[in-house]
């Protein structure tokens, strides 16, 4: 009963940190920053030096979008990675067998894709001079 309780409150606090997590993806262009919430959606769209200025509305579409797909994949893996320890057996207790989880079936066949790490950020804004090198020296 111990286990049961342990694994229910990990469960819990699981859940806790994930409703508080965010990513914020910069485009490759560099003109947008897209920043999702906990269940993917779309928390905060940033354009980026004026650039948006000397685009089209398609290039500017393909900018946002780029980047919210990005971002969601990241919150995507991130919620993986967090539930992972609860798909597995319990070592202590065999009656605990953990549970499968169709993950490509849950987000899309992109989530198992390699996770480069480039330019998502976790749990909030970017700190200042994370932004002042990402974005030094562009017009």
């Known amino acids: 009963m111990a286990e049961l309780r342990s694994a229910q409150e990990a469960v819990e606090r699981t859940e806790r ?4 997590a965010s ?3 910069l485009s490759s262009d560099r003109a947008v920053r897209v920043t999702v919430g906990a269940q993917g959606a779309l928390t905060g769209i940033d354009f980026l030096e004026h650039k948006y200025r000397d685009m089209s509305p398609q290039e500017l579409a393909a900018s946002v979008l ?8 990241k919150m995507n893996r ?3 990675k967090a539930m992972a320890p609860f798909t597995e ?5 065999p009656e605990l067998k953990g549970f499968e989880l169709d993950w490509e079936r849950i987000f899309g066949p992109g ?3 390699k996770d480069d790490e480039d330019t998502a950020r976790a749990d ?5 001079w ?4 990402d974005e030094d020296g562009e017009d």
């Open 78 to 80: 991130h919620v993986m």
């Open 66 to 73: 780029e980047a919210a797909n990005a971002a969601q994949q």
């Open 17 to 20: 940190e994930l409703r508080q």
């Open 89 to 93: 057996p319990s070592s202590e207790v």
């Open 124 to 128: 909030g804004p970017a700190p200042g």
């Open 111 to 113: 989530v198992l894709e």
């Open 23 to 25: 990513f914020a993806v």
């Open 130 to 133: 994370r932004d002042a090198l």
